[in-house]
């Protein structure tokens, strides 16, 4: 099965890219963590917020809230896709990275995906 491909792009054959599904997930996972809550007009409470605490000062409340937030949002929104194994937030050097292990419940794939962003400084 093939899923449009995140983000939306033109492959080199002048159609719309697509990804097998495995890798559609990975980047439904992506959206979420790196989406805010009221960024989208249509469905106003998706995303975890992840990228709003990251000013904050670094500390193991800090560290706990993120760890809460973002595994809440999974298990919210992609609960019935997958499967939470383990999940890290580190954030140094202005780039935050969330490394996750988990399992595609419909295709049974096992994958760890490590997602970053830059942050300002």
Do not use: K
Request: aromatic letters at 8%.
């Amino acid at each position: 099965m093939t899923e449009i491909a995140f983000p939306f792009r033109i492959d080199r054959r002048g159609r719309t890219a697509d990804v097998d599904y495995d890798a559609h997930v990975r980047d439904m996972v992506e959206q979420l963590l790196f989406t805010s809550p009221g960024e989208r007009v249509m469905l106003p409470e998706f995303g975890c917020g992840l990228l709003d605490l990251v000013f904050a000062p670094n500390s193991p409340e800090l560290a706990a809230t993120l760890q809460l937030s973002v595994q809440a949002a999974l298990q919210r929104w992609l609960g019935d896709v997958i499967e939470v194994e383990t999940l890290e937030i580190i954030s140094a050097e202005h780039v935050l990275r969330v490394g996750l292990a988990y399992v595609v419940l419909p295709t049974g794939a096992r994958r760890t995906d490590v997602f970053e962003a830059g942050v300002a400084g």
